[in-house]
């Protein structure tokens, strides 16, 4: 991995968390709010799993092991609040 | 085809006209029953019977050449299961009127709160009494369950059903009794709740519409 | 697996006091508070301290024979998963005797009725805190095993060609490496209950916040593991089965990759998606109720193709009647009537009848004990000559199937018929058949444990006098049985032909120059013979023990000794203060043999198969192994957060409780030691030694100000204005902080633990450690920082900005 790479996830890392706090003060809609601030979460977690982790240049065979986690997970979650009614 | 368990022992012989809950579930019961005894009686006869026809008669040698089975016995496994647990399903789907709650007018509600160790039964006029739910024959009982400490469980092992008492939450149930009378200890509690949950147990009785619309129907105004 | 079998008659002599008092109306044998405890007790020891570690001492004694490895990846390691467990196992008997008593809200330990208010006391604190231990066993035990089998098979060991039994151990431990962390998660929100005074579970009583619901936050926490964790239990079992059967039917399994799918369906997406069969009373929408069901009903078709398979394997064999094999055929029965009366509970109809009454206490007993322990029955009988050399006595053995199986049955059948009798209720009065029912069990149960005294004298008697076995008794082809029989009858090793592959275990040519692990102490219990080697992990698991037990006690009363009385609390801190010490001695102990490489493991690295894993060195895939069961952990607390968040009518708003530009700098700080981490990685890479210990210093530098700022904050939030605390007396805010600092504070204590591991990394740099070509700690721990700061880029949004 080039030191640029590394560098722009930084970067990248920083200009979301900045934008995830100007929501929360800027967009007052609670849906889009939630949306947007989800949305980057997530797209910061992927980055870091896939550049920091190096899960890119990882096996299928490791990827599984962080896939089959999240995919117990969302199920756990989706049907967690569904229970609620 | 019969009920097994001593709620059917107990009773059978008292209720003239079985209840809309019983009858249900009975009916659910037999298929799987069937299906269920019919299962097991055929799958564990093959398995006595490979193992007997094929003892060693001395032989000590691994057998060349015996059969394997590929997608197609796979694939015969699984569609056998599909179509009986297919038919068990759907019977179960059509049980779920045991589960909704019925939306007709001439129900009654009774609001239900376990606590360590009883029952809260409060009637419609604002009155409760602990230890004794009391409803009208050959009308829909509603209850809303709750409980004000712990998971209790609220069950009428005679009438089939059954709902969680879970604090923060009201669960319903509904049945119909088809026969008046004093039913001791027709209501138990099914979830481990402490020290007294072998005595969380309570009466049913049953009394015709008109005497218990007039000791508790009234509404609370 | 002495061990396992100790806590088994543990647990055994509890479900007898159970069943003499229930065997006839109105008994006053055991009072409702022990009898209470002891049906906990039975069920947590027997499914914990019994039934799954003796499945995993059969893996621990047979997986490296049967794929040749010399050992476990990581020995050291595996004498801590040993240690851990029997801490964990101790407390959790000790805790019959201290005050509280043990946990006695059933196995399933529902909420509200396990936490501090309805279970007062240190006891169950206790029993709930060696649960804790035993699942961090497990985790550690289960990476282990995953990484031995993925990468220390011998040459030529494709993983295709692995003996039945060790690959059910892979399909169970996988599910045990999914289905632990959130157990973990649940009893950590009990344990922050019990211990700190959190009111995650807490009664509407104690905090009364509309919407709120407890129980069913328990229910989906502890059922998502609770399912999984009832096919761990089984599995092992089954590979007995699958293993065994070809050595007494004289042909192949039939169907053997068609059995491996079918597991491998139950394991990966099936057995995580049933759990809500077991809160089809709690009101979940009936959609809901529908879907468990089908998933449900669907779960059961695998399991038939296995047994149907299993019986095809009969099919024209030439069957042997020896007692494994009498054993394989009454499990598959047992499994049979077991399996069809879960079908009867699938369906959230019938189920308003059997919820919580003996019906399930008969099914799942014909699944654990009838299925599971028939078959790990057949097991022991069977690889005795393996372990001991000696040949067990085959009319006992007979005679011990013959009763159990009769015993069995008398038990548990009449349970079947008790679907109206609520279970773990300690009396009952003489209601229909209860009487009758109920004394014919207890009969039963007589029997049964009466066959066991058989059994168990049948063992020691093959122990110490039994004739020798010679080298393969079975005539068996799988490559367990190509080394010499262990134990005290030498043996002459054989040479064995690579023989046709009928069982399609092909032994391979090297096998004959494969050698097992050092026997003895193999045999004489799960411990691996590493433990020799290290003390580090028994010190280890006994300083967490001592800490844990003093923080369970704590305050506790006052000790009266002849003359002088010690005041409260003074014993438990001590405890307390001697377990932090002899950990911490344990912990720099451990990183100070590795900074000296004192401690070197069996020889080297051996080479072998390692298909699809041969790019992958075997520390990472620990590491790997070991994060996504942290994904499970943390996603399983956030998923809690979110569910009471989604429950919870009002919440305070963040901007109120706090300060969000300074949490937004924090988490610029964390964020940019995951750049410098990864620049320190970068940097050794290419072999830039002092670089590598810039960065890392950064790294530490960054990550000790990110803790320093949440340490001010947390300051903050304990004497601000308002106080954010559990103990608030605004229930809403005292749920909010409770969630919040459990979360917080652990992903807290994940950066500790990191800084921790930087503080040696960075000695070991110094010392010039690490080099272009080795370097596999960096690469690790850099994995384990990044996923640190995966988690913060979850909680920081979740907590401070929605
Ligand atoms: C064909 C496969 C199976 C099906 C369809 C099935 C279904 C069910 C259902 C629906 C319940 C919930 C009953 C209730 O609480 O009302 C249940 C309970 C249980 N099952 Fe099974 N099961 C199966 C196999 C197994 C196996 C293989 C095991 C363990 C080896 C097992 C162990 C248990 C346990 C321990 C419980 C009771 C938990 C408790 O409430 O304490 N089951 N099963
Ligand atoms: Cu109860
Ligand atoms: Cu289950």
Request: net charge neutral.
């Amino acid at each position: 991995m080039k030191t640029s790479t590394i560098a722009g996830v930084w970067a990248y890392m920083v200009v979301a968390v900045l934008t995830e706090t100007a929501t929360f003060y800027y967009v007052t809609n609670v849906t889009a709010q939630t949306v947007v601030i989800s949305l980057l979460a997530l797209s910061q977690a992927t980055a870091v799993a896939i550049f920091y982790m190096q899960l890119k240049d990882e096996p299928g065979s490791i990827r599984i092991f962080a896939l089959v986690g999240v995919m117990f997970l969302s199920a756990l979650l989706i049907a967690m609040v569904a229970s609620l009614g | 085809m019969g009920r097994f368990g001593a709620s059917f022992l107990m009773y059978s012989g008292v209720l003239a006209a079985t209840p809309p809950t019983v009858a249900t579930w009975t009916r659910v019961y037999d298929v799987y029953l069937t299906l269920g005894v019919g299962t097991a009686v055929v799958v564990i006869s093959a398995l006595l019977y490979a193992v007997v026809r094929y003892r060693s008669r001395g032989q000590k040698e691994p057998v060349q050449g015996a059969k394997q089975h590929g997608w197609k016995a796979v694939l015969a496994i699984v569609l056998v299961m599909g179509v009986i647990l297919a038919i068990a399903g759907s019977q179960t789907f059509a049980g779920f009127t045991n589960i909704e709650i019925p939306n007709s007018p001439g129900t009654v509600t009774v609001s239900v709160t376990g606590f360590r160790w009883g029952w809260n039964f409060t009637y419609p006029d604002g009155q409760y009494v602990i230890g004794d739910l009391t409803v009208p024959v050959n009308t829909i009982v509603i209850l809303n369950i709750t409980s004000s400490d712990v998971y209790h469980t609220f069950g009428i092992a005679m009438l089939d059903v059954k709902e969680d008492a879970i604090p923060g939450k009201v669960n319903q149930l509904w049945f119909n009794m088809t026969e008046m009378g004093n039913y001791t200890d027709a209501i138990r509690c099914y979830q481990l709740c402490g020290v007294g949950h072998a005595f969380m147990i309570a009466n049913l009785t049953v009394v015709s519409q008109s005497q218990w619309n007039a000791t508790f129907g009234a509404q609370k105004g | 697996m002495f061990t396992a079998l100790y806590f088994g008659v543990v647990g055994a002599v509890l479900a007898l006091l159970m069943r003499v008092q229930l065997s006839v109306p109105n008994n006053d044998f055991l009072e409702a508070a022990y009898y209470n405890q002891a049906v906990t007790m039975h069920g947590l020891i027997m499914i914990f301290w019994f039934l799954s570690p003796l499945g995993v001492a059969l893996f621990n004694y047979l997986v490296p024979l049967q794929i040749g490895a010399k050992d476990l990846a990581f020995p050291r390691l595996n004498a801590l998963t040993y240690w851990l467990f029997l801490a964990g196992g101790l407390m959790a008997v000790l805790s019959f005797f201290v005050p509280g008593g043990a946990a006695a809200a059933g196995w399933t330990s529902y909420e509200p009725l396990a936490g501090p208010v309805y279970s007062p006391g240190p006891g169950p604190t206790m029993t709930y805190l060696g649960l804790m231990l035993m699942a961090a066993s497990v985790t550690v035990g289960s990476v282990n095993f995953i990484a031995t089998i993925l990468w220390l098979r011998r040459p030529g060991m494709r993983l295709s060609d692995m003996p039945m039994f060790s690959w059910f151990a892979l399909f169970t431990v996988v599910a045990m490496l999914f289905a632990f962390p959130s157990i973990i998660a649940a009893f950590l929100l009990v344990l922050t209950d019990r211990l700190i005074g959190t009111v995650l579970y807490a009664p509407p009583s104690i905090l009364n916040v509309p919407g709120i619901d407890p129980s069913l936050l328990w229910d989906d926490l502890f059922w998502f593991f609770g399912h999984p964790e009832v096919y761990i239990v089984l599995l092992p079992a089954f590979g007995v089965i699958a293993d065994i059967t070809p050595a007494f039917t004289g042909r192949p399994l039939d169907g053997r990759n068609w059995i491996l799918i079918s597991v491998a369906a139950i394991v990966l997406p099936i057995s995580f998606g049933v759990w809500m069969h077991h809160m089809f009373l709690t009101g979940i929408p009936n959609v809901l109720l529908e879907v468990f069901d089908v998933s449900t009903e669907i779960v059961s078709i695998p399991f038939g193709i296995i047994v149907i398979m299993f019986i095809l394997s009969m099919v024209h064999g030439r069957i042997q009647f020896k007692t494994p094999l009498l054993f394989i055929v009454g499990a598959l029965v047992l499994f049979i009537i077991g399996g069809i009366m879960g079908v009867f509970l699938s369906s959230p109809v019938l189920d308003r009848v059997y919820n919580g009454s003996y019906f399930v206490v008969s099914h799942f007993h014909y699944v654990m004990v009838g299925a599971t322990i028939f078959g790990l029955f057949a097991g022991i009988y069977y690889w005795l000559p393996k372990m001991t050399g000696r040949m067990y006595n085959e009319s006992l053995g007979k005679v011990h199937f013959i009763i159990s199986f009769i015993g069995f049955n008398v038990l548990y059948a009449p349970m079947m018929l008790l679907s109206d009798m609520p279970r773990r209720i300690f009396t009952y009065q003489n209601i229909g058949d209860w009487a009758q029912l109920n004394g014919i069990a207890t009969v039963g149960a007589f029997i049964f444990a009466g066959a066991q005294i058989i059994v168990a004298y049948n063992l020691l008697h093959t122990w110490f006098r039994g004739p020798p076995s010679g080298p393969n008794p079975w005539g068996s082809q799988s490559p367990e049985w190509s080394t010499p029989a262990t134990g005290s009858v030498p043996v002459a090793p054989v040479e064995t032909e690579p023989a046709g592959g009928w069982i399609g275990q092909l032994p391979g040519p090297q096998s004959a120059s494969v050698s097992g692990p050092s026997p003895v102490s193999h045999a004489m219990s799960a411990v691996s013979h590493e433990v020799h080697l290290s003390s580090r992990p028994l010190t280890l698991s006994a300083g967490v023990m001592l800490f844990l037990t003093g923080a369970a006690l704590y305050p506790g009363g006052a000790i009266q000794l002849s003359v002088l009385t010690i005041p409260p609390g003074v014993f438990p801190l001590a405890l307390m203060v001697l377990g932090v010490g002899v950990f911490a001695a344990s912990i720099v102990g451990w990183a100070w043999d590795d900074i000296r490489n004192k401690f070197v493991g069996p020889a080297g690295d051996p080479g072998g198969d390692r298909w699809p894993y041969d790019e992958v060195p075997k520390m990472k895939l620990g590491m790997w192994v070991f994060l996504s069961s942290e994904i499970v952990l943390f996603g399983t607390l956030l998923g809690a957060y979110i569910f009471i968040r989604e429950a919870a009518l009002e919440w305070p708003s963040p901007a109120s409780v706090h300060d969000i530009p300074l949490a937004t700098a924090n988490t610029l700080i964390l964020l940019t030691s995951g750049f410098t981490m990864a620049m320190a990685v970068y940097a050794i890479r290419k072999g830039d030694q002092r670089g590598l210990l810039g960065w890392l210093v950064a790294t530490f530098v960054l990550g000790s100000t990110f803790i320093g700022v949440k340490i001010s904050e947390w300051l903050g939030l304990f004497s601000g204005a308002a106080p954010f605390l559990p103990s608030s007396s605004n229930p809403v805010t005292a749920l909010a902080a409770s969630i919040y600092y459990v979360v917080v504070g652990l992903h807290g204590a994940h950066v500790v633990a990191g800084l921790v591991v930087l503080v040696y990394l960075m000695k070991k740099t110094a010392r010039g450690g690490f080099t272009k070509d080795d370097h596999m700690s960096i690469e690790n721990f850099a994995l384990y920082w990044a996923f640190v700061e995966i988690v913060w880029c979850f909680v920081f949004p979740l907590f401070y900005l929605l």
